[in-house]
Every structure is written in structure tokens, then in C-alpha cells.
């Protein structure tokens, strides 16, 4: 005996139901971990970026004054994060936990530096320059205002940086909260209770370059 094809239409509508969550499931993750992946990637371009124009300035030179050196890295840094075809957040409003950049750090790298390593020195107190997010509240670079602010002293000033025989190496380092933008955050949640990887993550994203010796 064959059921009717109301049967038929019933059992359709239920592996309907079954099949749509696990899917939407599966295209969230998918989104999420595509923007996440663009997110770390232009935090990287970011801090190359700077790593090279902070190698490049070196101590400063006759137009440059060497206090102004930091501004002009930072500046290049932030041009990456604001440029249309890479803009991410940069305000998180002071709160680690929401999307945006934490801390950028301009710092004396130590150690050899290897691919793919940093060098190592971005942690290490008195060996940085830490520049934190303040809307509009920076100095002005080449007519744009930075959107972040610097300490008042270095404690790594730009006038000590030495790029003789054996230069410095500069590093470049931006600490960034990443939040899910999709619902697939809260769906994990109610897997794994508690889990803060499923509510965001956080980008450590550093480069070092040797400073360029003077052009004599």
C-alpha cells in the first residue's frame, strides 16, 4: 500500500525543519570566521605598515624632528584600519570585551628577529610606547587628526633609536577585541556555558624591522 501524499508533504516539512537550523548554523560560522580571518589580516597589513614607516623615520632627520617620529607611525597604522577597502572598528568605548582596538605599541624589539617571530620586547615594561583610542583627540599627521593618543614621555623616545652598524629593531604591536557579528556567539553559548572564546576574540598582531641606516 502507498501513503498518500499528504504523508509525503508532512515528512518533507520536518526534514524541512530539521536540516534549515544546522544550515544556518553552518553559514553564521562560515560569515563570522570570513570576517574574523579579514579582521586579522588587515590588523597585520596595519602593523607592517607601521613597523616600516617607523624604520624608515628611524630617529628623525632635519625635517623631521625625532619627537614627531611616533606620530607619523601611528599615522600609517591607522591609515590601514580607516581605508575603505580594510576598515575595521576602532572604537571599543575603554571596554576589552567589545570590538575595537585595545592598545597599539611602538616598542625596542629584542632578540633576533626570525620570520614569523617578533622579536619579543612588546611586553616588557619600559620598552614600549603605548597609544590608546581617543576620538579626534590625537595630533595632526600630513592633515589628518590621529585618532589615538601617546604618552607624554616615552618611555622608548624616538631620539635614543640608533640605526648605525648594529640598529635597533622597532616593532610595531596592535592588541584588537574582535566580537561575533552574527548570532552563531549565542548559539554556541548555550553549548558550552561560559565558553568566552564564543563571545570574542582577540587579535595580537606584531611586526619588527631593523632601522634603516642613514642615507649619508
Not at 26 to 35: A, E, I, Q, R, S
Not at 150 to 163: D, E, F, K, L, Y
Not at 173 to 196: F, H
Request: net charge neutral; aromatic share 12%; glycine share 12%.
Amino acid at each position: 500500500m502507498t501513503r498518500p501524499s499528504s504523508y509525503r508533504r508532512g515528512q518533507g516539512l520536518v526534514e524541512f525543519a530539521l536540516i534549515v537550523p544546522l544550515f544556518l548554523l553552518l553559514l553564521f560560522t562560515m560569515l563570522d570566521f570570513g570576517f574574523a580571518l579579514y579582521t586579522n589580516l588587515t590588523l597585520e597589513y596595519a602593523s607592517r605598515e607601521g613597523a616600516r614607516v617607523g624604520s624608515a623615520l628611524a630617529s628623525g632627520n632635519a625635517s623631521l624632528p625625532c619627537g614627531e617620529v611616533d606620530d607619523h607611525v601611528i599615522a600609517a597604522v591607522q591609515r590601514v584600519l580607516q581605508s575603505a577597502g580594510f576598515n575595521v572598528p576602532l572604537d571599543n568605548g575603554g571596554d576589552p570585551s567589545k570590538t575595537g582596538v585595545n592598545w597599539i605599541r611602538i616598542y625596542k624589539a629584542t632578540g633576533t628577529i626570525q620570520p614569523y617571530t617578533d622579536g619579543g620586547g612588546y611586553d616588557v615594561a619600559g620598552n614600549y610606547n603605548q597609544w590608546t583610542y581617543a576620538a579626534s583627540g590625537g595630533n595632526t599627521v600630513d592633515g589628518s587628526q590621529l585618532q589615538f593618543v601617546g604618552p607624554v614621555t616615552p618611555s622608548w623616545s624616538a631620539c635614543s633609536r640608533t640605526n648605525g652598524a648594529n640598529p635597533d629593531k622597532i616593532g610595531v604591536a596592535i592588541n584588537y577585541t574582535y566580537s561575533w557579528q552574527t548570532p552563531i556567539a549565542s548559539v554556541l553559548r548555550l553549548v558550552v556555558p561560559g565558553g568566552s572564546f564564543f563571545s570574542r576574540l582577540t587579535f595580537l598582531d606584531k611586526t619588527v624591522m631593523n632601522l634603516n641606516p642613514t642615507f649619508p
